[in-house]
């Protein structure tokens, strides 16, 4: 939540759910500590069928949030976690791999086109507030 309200991103009607995330057992939360054994950031994996509507099948799965304490910004951390959960999803046996960012997230937009994911616009949604832009990776190594 820290790094959602740092940069502004956090929709009062999405805070809720960004809160709940796996917290059902529908995912799988990676979590980076730091030294003091404080929560630096975190990613979630979502595999097909307890994703959202972005998912459209079972070689599919979804990144959700993404978040990196403000602390620990610019320090590589994002990048680590991001590489961490393609993995995850590579030893799962996905094949294309999906998330969805809002516009204004640049550091975040920019970060996944370096990893390879490109725009799949026809994927974009509209939530409450604001748009979402859909972005894929294709996995062509999945193990």
């Known amino acids: 939540m820290t790094a959602y309200r740092a940069g502004k ?22 979590v ?44 590589g951390l994002g990048s680590a976690l991001l590489k961490a959960v393609i993995d995850r999803a590579r030893d799962c046996g996905v094949r294309h791999l999906l998330l969805c960012t809002q516009p204004d997230m640049r550091a975040a937009r920019h970060l996944y086109e370096r ?6 616009k026809e994927r974009d949604r509209k939530a409450a507030e604001f748009v979402l832009l859909a972005y894929g990776l294709v996995l062509a190594d999945a193990r």
């Open 115 to 120: 990893e390879g994911f490109v725009r799949l």
């Open 32 to 75: 980076a500590f730091s030294t003091s054994g404080e929560i630096s950031g975190t990613v979630m994996l979502q595999r097909w069928p307890d994703t959202n509507h972005l998912v459209s099948g079972p070689d599919e799965a979804e990144i959700r949030a993404l978040a990196v304490a403000p602390s620990c910004q610019r320090s």
């Open 9 to 30: 991103h956090l929709a009062e009607s999405y805070e809720p759910g960004l809160r709940g995330l796996g917290t059902d057992g529908k995912g799988e939360v990676l």
